[in-house]
């Protein structure tokens, strides 16, 4: 049974002739007898009765027009439903993170869309795995991710013409050395200090230490320090990870959701005569927000980022 049977018996059963039913649905005579007979097989039901040249409608016949009628009625109910919440739908997909800033914004960003755009409905996806870089977003991998930038870095991701973000948080970012490494019982640290050292940080990061010219701006501290990283499959395993004479990377967001100030093998510092901190900025596609619902989101994410939630 479909659409198009229900509508064709609902014709024939006002006009009870199968040649004017036909020319008001544009089909063939044939075609239309072939249709409804082929809706009695299905109901094994006899809905037409054809005595003495004249079709009329059985009891059950009658009786399936209010029937065909309802069904009729609720699929164009249904299609008008989704017809509506097809332009009012916003579905994003965002890359996860460690961090939770992004998601805090999106759930604020969603409660005040349901406020002043009720119609609207805000579905978000979280995607796990490498999608949180720059390129991705570009290729239409996801909507939105979070990147952070050094603060001085010469690079800004606002820069490319794919996206479009503004800054959601700022955090000092630490550094780690195990009780293994001289550092450790060293009062004051400066840059200078760290003169031959090994950065290790997480893999997701690299790149942007790279990117941020970080090696650079130690030695115009005083340090020539290498920049490494290894295959960590996760936070968890980074901080878990025998740092030995090595120096690791701590943001501060991350100090207790992983025990790191709790640690007695470890000693957290930052450096007397060299500031590192990070802008974490939400970046959006920009064909995303180039359309309606998309800068709906954006304005409402970027006024929940805002000191004052303006």
Known sequence: MDLRQLREYLVFAEELNYSLA???????????????????????????????????????????????????????????????????????????SNLPWIEAHLFTARRALQKSHPEKQLSIIIENGPLSTIDALADDENRIIIAGYKQESPASPLQSTAVDGFIVSSEKILLLVTDRNPLFVRETICAADLAGATLMVPPDIYAGYQRDSMAERFAAQGAAVSIATQGFADHFEYFSHDFGQTVGIVPTTLLPRFGIDQRPDLRVFSLADMDIASDFYALFNRSFTATENGRLLFDEMRRAASPAGM
């Open 22 to 96: 036909a020319k008001r649905l544009f089909v063939s005579r044939p075609a239309l007898a072939a249709h409804l007979a082929e809706l009695e097989d299905e109901l094994n039901c006899q809905l037409i009765d054809k005595h003495g040249g004249h079709a009329t409608l059985t009891g059950a016949g009658k009786q399936f027009v209010d029937t065909a009628r309802r069904l009729v009625a609720d699929w164009e109910a249904v299609v008008e439903t989704y017809r509506h919440l097809s332009d009012n739908l916003i579905t994003v997909k965002v890359a996860a």
